[in-house]
């Protein structure tokens, strides 16, 4: 059975950092592509960034590029999310998903997910 956990979150101030953290259980996370999604009170979920199961390949939308990095630590079957320069809007609870294979390809999808960490930005 495939557990991911999130841990990380918190509440901090306009321009400051986090780093949340994804550690799997039940499966070789490290063969497997994923990705942190973050969903605000009314809005959709969205995926803020992807990584491949290389992790030579990375993703991000464009409201986050230059502020944060997504990697794994295949060692220790864990993908961050490193989150610099935070913004009130990056409010959200923070999702990590694993996808089903090890490179993003038309067809594929998330499969499993975590419970969430909520992040708070004051301004």
Known sequence: QVQLVESGGGFVQAGGSLRL?????GITFNNYAAGWFRQAP???????????????TTEYTDSVKGRFTISRDRAK?????QMNDLKPEDT??????????????????YDSWGQGTQVTVSS
């Open 42 to 56: 009314g809005k959709e979920r969205e995926r803020v960034a992807g990584i491949e199961w290389s992790g030579s």
């Open 77 to 81: 079957n864990t993908v961050y999310l």
């Open 21 to 25: 953290s994804c550690s799997a259980s």
């Open 92 to 109: 959200a609870v923070y999702y990590c998903a694993k996808y089903s294979g090890g490179w993003f390809r038309v067809g594929g999808s």
